[in-house]
């Protein structure tokens, strides 16, 4: 992909997501963390746009809400109502319209909070389709040479080749700069001012708008305690951290006490704010009666968070293969969720009580599936192969079907295809 001249918009892979929607439901919603492009995304698609996030348009609309919120809808569509989380009755509104109008691509809405079902008076179940953006990919800002296709693999591809434009030391740089669309194009040290400034913001601008405030934030919360639980999320990347581990890494490695109530309060809060994305597992049958781990895998929504917080610079990662395994793990599952959205496709996790892990699957409709393990180098692609296909004979084939690839995403060497068939793939060679 072509980088963009600061007036021009970066095309990001959900923009056909979104339109396909659209064409489908009468509106979607798109949440993801702040400042990942989700507001700019559909302004592209948008006809009419109403900003709660503004201070006076967010006054003047509260107090029309109030007495009708079908006015503040009105527009030539598609409308797009920005942080709609701020007037949660416009959901409604929205839905009532839609029934009415009984029209398609009506309304946008966007926002950083994820608001559960429970909290609205109706889903919207069957009306509006919900979407979770992410920060970019690779591929999108411009830094994969996309050699390599996940929908060729898919489809049936069993030989790749591709070297990247990069070396380890590069992908190092390009996990520290993150992947938000105001990076693009910044020198090292700007690029990282940015994801400095969005990190220290985080306590200020999320925490202090979410409803939970008063019941936690009072009692227990401070910069320093949410310090801390990010620095201990950050050293837990890519595992299976529980809260009670937490709660103990904090202590040894902060001298931090705080129960594991508060952990699992916080974890929530991040969750709901998108700055978390955990994977959750994969359970397939399997032919033997191994039983499988359930529980998810740790995830911040993007690495350079993780970097931050561990005061990680390139050169740290490079000198400190275990800390970038584990973040750059993370960088490969958030390209692979944005690639595989393309395709309504999901991501999870493989790990069974007997040791064998694998770190990403990759699963599409109609049973398709394809495994991935992150190794930083090719050096131990024979590694992650052995897991790859020791997975492979352990699921029930004929519940799953056999997979469709079986890859090695690395930071570093080039594409290629092993003897046994499973492919090694440098992540900067990847794309949709």
């Given at each position: ?52 996030q503004d201070k006076v348009q967010f006054d003047r609309f509260s107090k029309i809400a109030m007495l009708d919120p079908s006015r503040v809808l009105e527009g ?144 227990d919360r401070s910069g320093r305690t949410l310090h801390t639980l990010l620095r201990s999320l950050s050293r837990g990347s890519a595992s299976s951290m529980s809260a009670d ?188």
């Amino acid at each position: 992909m072509d980088q963009p001249t600061d007036s021009e918009y970066l095309p990001r892979l959900i923009d056909d997501v979104i339109k396909d929607d659209m064409r489908l439901f009468g509106g979607v919603v798109i949440t993801g963390p702040k400042w990942c492009g989700k507001t700019t995304t559909a302004e592209q698609i948008a006809e009419t746009k109403v900003y709660l996030q503004d201070k006076v348009q967010f006054d003047r609309f509260s107090k029309i809400a109030m007495l009708d919120p079908s006015r503040v809808l009105e527009g030539n569509t598609p409308v797009l109502i920005d942080e709609w989380q701020k007037i949660p009755e416009l959901w409604e509104a929205a839905r009532y319209q839609i029934d009415k109008r009984k029209a398609k691509g009506q309304f946008i809405f966007t926002g950083s909070k994820i608001i559960v079902e429970s909290e609205l008076e109706h889903s919207g179940a069957g009306r509006i389709k919900r979407l979770k953006m992410r920060t970019m990919s690779l591929w999108e800002s411009g830094e994969s040479t996309g050699e390599v296709s996940l929908r060729g693999l898919f489809d049936g591809q069993d030989s790749i080749c591709g070297l990247p434009e990069y070396d380890y030391y590069g992908m190092a740089r390009r996990l520290v700069r993150g992947g938000w669309p105001d990076t693009i194009g910044l020198n090292d040290a700007d690029c990282y001012k940015k994801v400095e400034g969005y990190c220290t913001a985080i306590k200020d601008y999320d925490f202090d708008s979410d409803s939970e405030k008063e019941a936690t934030a009072r009692r227990d919360r401070s910069g320093r305690t949410l310090h801390t639980l990010l620095r201990s999320l950050s050293r837990g990347s890519a595992s299976s951290m529980s809260a009670d581990s937490i709660r103990e890494d904090m202590a040894k490695g902060g001298n931090m006490e705080v129960s594991t109530n508060t952990v699992h309060r916080y974890l929530r809060l991040l969750h709901n704010i998108c700055l978390t994305d955990d994977l959750p597992a994969w359970t397939p049958r399997l032919r033997s009666k191994t039983a499988i781990r359930t529980s998810d895998t740790r995830h911040i929504t993007d690495p350079a968070i993780a970097a931050y917080f561990l005061d990680a610079g390139p050169e740290d990662l490079v000198h400190d293969p275990e800390t970038f395994g584990l973040l750059f793990e993370s960088m490969v599952v958030r390209d692979l969720r944005v690639y595989a959205q393309t395709m309504d496709g999901h991501v999870c996790h493989y790990r069974d009580k007997n040791g064998l892990e694998v770190d990403a699957i990759v699963h599409l409709p109609r049973g398709r599936w394809g495994a991935v393990e992150v190794k930083l180098s090719d050096k131990w692609a024979d590694d992650g192969a052995r897991n790859l296909l020791k997975l492979r004979d352990k699921v029930d084939s004929d519940e799953v079907g056999e997979p469709a690839f079986m890859a090695v995403v690395t930071a570093d060497g080039a594409a290629y295809t092993r003897d046994d068939g499973v492919h090694v793939i440098p992540l900067s060679c990847l794309r949709n």
